[in-house]
């Protein structure tokens, strides 16, 4: 079980800084995680399946998919980051590289689609309709209260940083090619539905971040589709790819990652 408590008031100080950029807020349901403390916020993020339970069977050793089929639920993550936010963020002064990198996986590669400086929101949605881009959001706590502190929760139930990315995918396309990461990773599916696979790790545990080919991977161990409301855990070093199926107009989900090796 990881150490609780630690390194937040470390990086504390740092992270308040981001935080005074202004933030979009969400108009939501009440929140169905419990803010009590980082005990409680952890223990409503993977619920039904208990603490307990989570790191005897599955913490550093296999992934762990929440289907939950709950509409309040569904309507809260859903609140917590949304296609539509774009807009508004971006009339704040949104950068490619810094905060937004455009991507689409062709022919088994990452083909990065970024323009330069500034991003303007109708050249990013002209990207995400006309192209299939996968828009990647880095960092969208600095805009997001609720995502600010869920995450401030778990970095001191995890004694670790914790970060996060989202990720917009349209239909019919796939953002990044099969890869692990050297991170701890727990996806939270916001808006649509997204089909993953997953495959056995070539390096357990591992510490760094590496592409893989399909000739490579085998067949997928795990394959599932993700819906709002839905959570899936997996460790650092498991192989994964993701894409939004034709028919579902897009994908929003959330990436949240914690112990990396950094």
Request: charge should be neutral.
């Amino acid at each position: 079980m990881p150490k609780k408590g630690g390194k937040y008031a470390e990086v504390g100080m740092e992270m308040q800084v981001q935080s005074k950029r202004a933030k979009v807020e969400a108009v939501c349901s009440p929140s169905v995680m419990n803010f009590e403390s980082p005990d409680s916020l952890f223990a409503s993020l993977i619920s039904p399946i208990k603490p307990e339970e989570f790191f005897r069977e599955y913490w550093e050793e296999k992934p762990l998919l929440v289907q939950r089929n709950n509409a309040l639920l569904a309507a809260y993550y859903q609140s917590l980051f949304q296609l539509s936010d774009l807009k508004e963020l971006c009339s704040q002064g949104l950068y490619y590289g810094r905060d937004i990198n455009i991507c689409r996986c062709v022919n088994g590669k990452k083909k990065v689609l970024n323009k330069e400086g500034r991003v303007n929101y109708a050249q990013l949605k002209k990207d995400f309709d006309q192209k299939k881009a996968t828009i990647q959001f880095h960092q969208p706590q600095r805009f997001k209260e609720e995502l600010w502190k869920i995450q401030e929760k778990l970095e001191c139930y995890f004694g670790s940083l914790v970060g996060s990315n989202v990720y917009i995918t349209p239909q019919g396309s796939q953002g990044l090619p099969p890869h692990y990461d050297d991170v701890e990773v727990f996806i939270l599916q916001l808006e649509g539905e997204k089909h993953w696979r997953l495959y056995k790790p070539t390096v357990h545990l591992a510490r760094e971040y590496n592409v893989e080919s399909e000739d490579r991977i085998g067949n997928p161990t795990h394959e599932f589709v993700l819906k709002p409301g839905d959570l899936l855990y997996f460790p650092r070093g498991t192989i994964h790819q993701a894409d939004t199926s034709p028919g579902v107009s897009y994908s929003t989900h959330v990436t949240i990652s914690t112990y990396q090796n950094k």
